[in-house]
């Protein structure tokens, strides 16, 4: 067997973490050093040194991001084995665990990938699970017609299954673990996927046949991408991920050898091995910090790896796809889960027997989260420095005549504000190069229209990033001081905010722009223009919160999935069309001929 | 713990005589609660590290 994951020896995965980390605390002492030489000229003080610190912890992230692109760019791994292209032998169940999700939507994914399974003809090995954890009376009421509708379209009887739980016990990872326990000896994988996932029944079928190929892979991970956006925000979240997160998973795959990720779904588990190693315990005292662990997959992966299994991310593999929020309020909704489990992981950076990349990857999670909260305070220690500076002495010694001028350090200032600012824009730059160079740029509509999309995309997301850093700080602030956060109501369906639900949702991110930009003018006016960039569109919020939630009608962020979709995504939208007559937004609607539920 | 209400009754695969087969199979499987107990370095355990490569050199028994 081979000793690290994408088919890079041992030796290559050390040189690759090597290498990231050292341009990492290169990158990092360099920019602490030049802050600190700046804030020497006129005397170090406290604030300096604290603000100096803040530039270390908060280059090294930047760092670490940037040189996991720049391995993604200079390296290509191996093709990883697999099993002769014979029959497949081992059976596989395919999990759509739901949760109040729309069922017509869900269950055409399941027909779609049913129907692209029987192309490849392998169906027989692959079954289906719906595991229902829906409250909504109403909603399961649905789940069960629609059900019937599936199991008569697609001749699925026995194939497909469903059941629904009458208490959500530890939520999706509670979920897969009663279905393991009752029925996980009948298969031998199992394909999790979430409610708006949707993959080729090819890419299926090749990931059997990799697993198939390596008894010790417990877990392999595809890279899924974003399908389906229309709203300003959704498509250029969607063109980001298909455009840029290749490049960075392929070098994130080459860092991590066999101690991979789980992201939670679109992931084959060998069922076995992780009935054997992830059985999770509520963690004692009450939650955020105890109770069920929210984010159970990079803990799933983590305790896989502690068991010797291979976590693995086929970064290779296509035919794989999920939805994505149409509008930031969506996006800082699922981000406040992510934020309250990723900081939950705080308690289990030193559990016994983990390997130290699983300890990193929990700790690359918390870093996540809170270096949004460095430049915060970085920001405000830095109008705390003006207000509290002590005014130049040009005479510090009695009885000199001659005035002693403090060293002009402005150089080395602008030169770290432009190295930061290059670890934030190279890596995106060098991928859009790379892109153009390969011909890549051909999924994205052509190199002009590539490159207008990756440049608004880049003003888009400096645009966007204060907004965001806020809702993040606020989220990292509620998870400490155990608070719950609010949010508006969207009863439209389709994502659209209204001005009105913008200041619902960011009304105060408004309020602290301009309290802040107001509070630097009356004590450090000199810091006004320096604070623009940040303040102005946190004072915009609300009016960026709705109009990124409206449908994008610019022709820009085109991706390969629209130029040249999938086909298991074609034949999910004629099964929508089918069902509801709506392609794109299906309505919670009874399905015609499935008044009640077809008993035998 | 889980409601199978409207699903028919049966789990075999082919489904029986007319009818079809909606509920999951009973094919038990263990799943062990893991132990998630922090690593904690004890005085006992460092010594023990430290003097047992001692002890290998000296050809002490250490007992």
Same mark, same amino acid.
């Given at each position: 067997m081979s000793g690290a994951g994408r088919g890079q020896g041992r030796d290559g995965v050390l040189g690759a973490r090597l290498l990231a980390f050292s341009i990492s605390v290169l990158a990092s002492l360099t920019a602490f050093l030049l802050f600190l030489q700046f804030g020497a000229a006129d005397g170090l003080d406290g604030l300096d040194i604290g603000r100096a610190a803040l530039i270390l912890l908060s280059t090294f992230w930047l760092a670490w991001g940037a040189a996991q692109g720049l391995l993604g760019l200079t390296t290509r791994p191996a093709p990883p084995p697999r099993a002769p292209a014979a029959a497949i032998t081992a059976r596989t169940v395919v999990l759509v665990p739901v949760y109040n999700e729309d069922p017509v939507a869900t269950f055409a994914r399941i027909a779609a990938m049913d129907a692209s399974l029987e192309a490849t003809g392998e169906e027989a090995q692959v079954d289906f699970a719906i595991l229902s954890d829906t409250r909504n009376e109403t909603i399961a009421e649905h789940e069960r017609l629609w059900f019937a509708r599936l199991i008569r379209d697609r001749r699925a009887a026995g194939r497909i299954f469903y059941r629904r739980r009458s208490e959500n016990i530890g939520k999706k990872a509670g979920n897969i673990e009663e279905f393991i326990q009752r029925s996980g000896a009948a298969w031998d994988f199992a394909l999790i996927l979430d409610a708006d996932s949707l993959m080729e029944g090819a890419t299926i079928v090749e990931m059997i046949r990799r697993m198939e190929a390596e008894p010790r892979l417990g877990l392999l991970q595809t890279l899924p991408r974003v399908i389906g956006a229309r709203s300003r925000f959704g498509r250029t979240m969607q063109f980001a991920a298909a455009f840029y997160s290749p490049v960075f998973a392929r070098g994130l795959a080459m860092m991590q050898g066999r101690t991979g990720p789980f992201w939670g779904h679109n992931a084959m588990i060998r069922i076995r091995a992780f009935a054997a190693s992830c059985g999770l315990p509520a963690l004692d005292g009450p939650p955020p910090f105890g109770g069920h662990i929210l984010s159970h997959d990079y803990v799933e992966a983590a305790l896989l790896a502690r068991a010797g299994w291979t976590v693995r991310l086929d970064d290779d593999l296509g035919g794989s796809f999920e939805e994505g929020p149409e509008n930031i309020v969506d996006h800082a909704k699922r981000d406040r889960r992510w934020c309250q489990g990723n900081l939950q992981h705080g308690r289990l950076l030193f559990v016994r027997g983990l390997k130290g990349w699983s300890r990193w990857t929990f700790a690359q999670g918390i870093l996540s989260y809170i270096a949004p909260l460095f430049w915060l305070a970085f920001i405000l220690a830095s109008v705390a420095a003006q207000v509290f500076h002590a005014p130049l002495d040009y005479f510090p010694e009695a009885n000199w005549p001659f005035p002693a001028f403090p060293l002009d350090e402005r150089a080395k200032a602008i030169g770290l504000g432009v190295g930061i600012f290059g670890l934030l824009v190279l890596p995106k730059l060098l991928v859009a190069l790379d892109a153009l160079a390969s011909g890549r740029v051909r999924g994205f509509g052509g190199a002009a229209r590539a490159t207008a999309s990756a440049t608004v995309e880049l003003a888009f997301s400096s645009i966007l990033a204060p907004v965001l850093l806020m809702f993040q700080t606020r989220s990292v602030l509620q998870v400490l001081f155990g608070i719950d956060g609010g949010w508006p109501a969207n009863n439209r369906g389709d994502g659209r905010l209204s001005l009105r639900q913008g200041v619902e949702a960011a009304g105060w991110i408004a309020l602290s722009g301009a309290a802040g930009l107001a509070g630097v003018y009356l004590v450090a006016p000199g810091l006004v223009l320096w604070l623009v960039p940040v303040a102005l569109p946190m004072c915009l919020a609300p009016l960026i919160v709705s109009w990124t939630s409206r449908d994008s009608r610019? /022709?820009?962020?085109?991706?390969p999935s629209e130029l040249d979709p999938s086909p298991v995504i074609g034949r999910q939208r004629e099964i929508l069309r089918a069902w509801t /007559? $709506? $392609?794109e937004s299906p309505a919670r609607a009874a399905p015609a001929g499935a008044a009640a539920p077809a008993h035998a | 713990m889980t409601d199978t209400a409207g699903i028919p009754d049966r789990a075999s695969r082919d489904g029986g005589a007319g009818g079809w087969a909606g509920r999951l199979p009973d094919a038990p499987l263990a799943m062990p609660k893991q132990r998630l107990e922090p690593w904690a370095p004890s005085v006992r355990g460092l010594l023990a590290a430290v003097l047992r490569p001692l002890d290998a050199r000296t050809g002490r028994s250490g007992g």
């Open positions: 610019s /022709g820009l962020m085109t991706v /007559g $709506a $392609a | -």
